[in-house]
């Protein structure tokens, strides 16, 4: 599996979530199969099958976690340079059309998040915005056609 990239807060909402299924929901599981186990005849206790599917559903979604988090490797953003946009930069952007200012923070495509301001490097508007600086203006095509944006203000 290739490295995949996280910010901080990123990699760590992935272990609370193992954390959460390994602790919390493996149990939980573990009590619904012998709960169904005491019920009887295994061949006919449709409790027993779907607690067993949902262990086997569980443990894959674990064994996944686990690889990401193993082959993650976290952003550090300290040798980030704040002069031009990159992964990580917040970019106030200012739509040249309607003069509309908007704000996004840049971030690995795993962590994107519209609702939230987050955007992905691997979107259109990101890519075009990569390695631009305060004041240069970038003509980048949408769905919705070609918009022009201007770089407003740079920070992390």
Same mark, same amino acid.
């Given at each position: 599996?290739?490295?995949?990239?996280?910010?901080?807060?990123?990699?760590?909402?992935?272990?609370?979530?193992?954390?959460?299924?390994?602790?919390?929901?493996?149990?939980?599981?573990?009590?619904?199969?012998?709960?169904?186990?005491?019920?009887?005849?295994?061949?006919?206790?449709?409790?027993?099958?779907?607690?067993?599917? /949902?262990? #086997?559903? @569980?443990?894959?979604?674990?064994?996944?976690?686990? &690889? $990401?988090?193993?082959? *993650?490797?976290? =952003?550090?953003?300290?040798?980030?340079?704040?002069?031009?946009?990159?992964?990580?930069?917040?970019?106030?952007?200012?739509?040249?059309?309607?003069?509309?200012?908007?704000?996004?923070?840049?971030?690995?495509?795993?962590?994107?998040?519209?609702?939230?301001?987050?955007?992905?490097?691997?979107?259109?508007? /990101?890519? #075009?915005? @990569?390695?631009?600086?305060?004041?240069?203006?970038? &003509? $980048?095509?949408?769905? *919705?056609?070609? =918009?022009?944006?201007?770089?407003?203000?740079?920070?992390?």
């Amino acid at each position: 599996m290739a490295k995949k990239y996280y910010t901080k807060e990123g990699i760590q909402k992935l272990k609370d979530e193992l954390d959460q299924l390994r602790n919390v929901e493996r149990p939980s599981i573990s009590q619904q199969i012998a709960e169904a186990r005491d019920k009887g005849d295994l061949s006919e206790n449709a409790e027993y099958d779907a607690a067993k599917n /949902a262990q #086997g559903m @569980l443990e894959m979604k674990i064994s996944k976690l686990q &690889e $990401i988090v193993s082959n *993650a490797s976290v =952003i550090d953003e300290s040798k980030l340079d704040n002069s031009k946009v990159l992964i990580l930069s917040t970019v106030k952007l200012l739509n040249k059309k309607n003069n509309s200012t908007m704000t996004y923070s840049l971030v690995p495509e795993n962590e994107a998040d519209l609702k939230t301001g987050k955007l992905s490097v691997s979107s259109p508007i /990101a890519k #075009g915005l @990569l390695g631009k600086v305060v004041g240069d203006v970038v &003509e $980048i095509t949408v769905p *919705a056609g070609i =918009i022009s944006l201007e770089v407003v203000e740079i920070s992390r």
